[in-house]
C-alpha cells in the first residue's frame, strides 16, 4: 500500500500532468478527456500512476493509417517513431503498438493503432535540495512570491515546496515528451511522403 508520500507525489505530479495537457489543448484541436488533435494524428496524454518509487505516465499518438498502404507500413512507422524518441535525453521506459477496435453498428468495424510510449521517474529525481532551499528563501525573503496551498499532513513550508517541485517537474517533462513525439510523427510522416505543418513550440 502506498504511503502518505507517495500519494502527495501522485497528486501533484497528475496536477503538472493536467496542466500540460490543458496547455496543448488550448493550442490545438480539443478532443475528449486527455487527447487534441493536430495535423491528422491525435495525441493523448495519460494520467500519472503511481509504481512503487517511480511515478510514471504514457503518450500515444494515432498511426496516420490513410497515409499509409498496409499493416507493414504501420509497424515501419510505429519503428521509426520509437527510433527517434529512443535518441532523447529521456528515451521512454517502454514502448508499444496498441490496436483499438471501435464497433460502428450493424458489423462495421474500424481498427485504429497507436504508439505508446511510457516513462518513469524516481521520485527523488522530481526534486533537488538545492532548488527546494532557493525557493524557501525566496518565499520567506517574499511570501507573495507564489502561492502555496495548505496541504493536510505537510507543515513546512520546505515540504509545500518539494510538491509544488514536483508538480512542475511533471508538468514539464510532459510538456516536452509530448512536444518530441509530435516532432517525431511530423518528420517520419515526410519520409513517407506526406505534407506536415509546423508544431507550435510551447515552452516549459
Given amino acids: 500500500m502506498a504511503g502518505y508520500r507517495q500519494q502527495?507525489?501522485?497528486?501533484?505530479?497528475?496536477?503538472?500532468?493536467?496542466?500540460?495537457i490543458?496547455?496543448?489543448?488550448?493550442?490545438?484541436?480539443?478532443?475528449?478527456?486527455?487527447?487534441?488533435?493536430?495535423?491528422?494524428?491525435?495525441?493523448?496524454?495519460?494520467?500519472?500512476?503511481?509504481?512503487?518509487?517511480?511515478?510514471?505516465?504514457?503518450?500515444?499518438?494515432?498511426?496516420?493509417q490513410d497515409e499509409l498502404t498496409d499493416r507493414g507500413e504501420f509497424?515501419?512507422?510505429?519503428?521509426?517513431?520509437?527510433?527517434?524518441?529512443?535518441?532523447d535525453d529521456r528515451p521512454p521506459s517502454?514502448?508499444?503498438?496498441?490496436?483499438?477496435?471501435?464497433?460502428?453498428?450493424?458489423?462495421?468495424v474500424k481498427e485504429r493503432d497507436y504508439v505508446r510510449l511510457v516513462y518513469r521517474y524516481r521520485l527523488d529525481e522530481m526534486y533537488s535540495d538545492e532548488a527546494v532551499a532557493a525557493?524557501?528563501?525566496k518565499l520567506r525573503a517574499n511570501p507573495q512570491a507564489r502561492s502555496l496551498p495548505d496541504i493536510p499532513g505537510v507543515y513546512t513550508l520546505a515540504g509545500r515546496v518539494v510538491l509544488r517541485c514536483v508538480e512542475d517537474f511533471m508538468r514539464q517533462e510532459a510538456t516536452r515528451r509530448m512536444e518530441r513525439l509530435i516532432e517525431a510523427n511530423q518528420e517520419v510522416r515526410k519520409r513517407f511522403g506526406v505534407k506536415t505543418r509546423k508544431a507550435v513550440k510551447m515552452g516549459s
Wanted: aromatic share 12%; hydrophobic share 40%.
Fill in 8 to 20: 502527495l507525489f501522485q497528486q501533484f505530479a497528475a496536477q503538472g500532468i493536467a496542466a500540460s
Fill in 22 to 64: 490543458e496547455a496543448f489543448k488550448a493550442t490545438y484541436q480539443p478532443k475528449k478527456e486527455n487527447r487534441f488533435h493536430f495535423d491528422g494524428v491525435t495525441y493523448e496524454i495519460g494520467p500519472a500512476k503511481l509504481n512503487g518509487e517511480w511515478i510514471e505516465f504514457e503518450i500515444s499518438s494515432k498511426i496516420p
Fill in 75 to 87: 509497424e515501419q512507422y510505429f519503428e521509426a517513431i520509437c527510433a527517434l524518441m529512443q535518441q
Fill in 94 to 108: 517502454d514502448t508499444g503498438m496498441d490496436s483499438i477496435v471501435h464497433e460502428l453498428g450493424q458489423q462495421e
Fill in 135 to 137: 525557493e524557501v528563501a
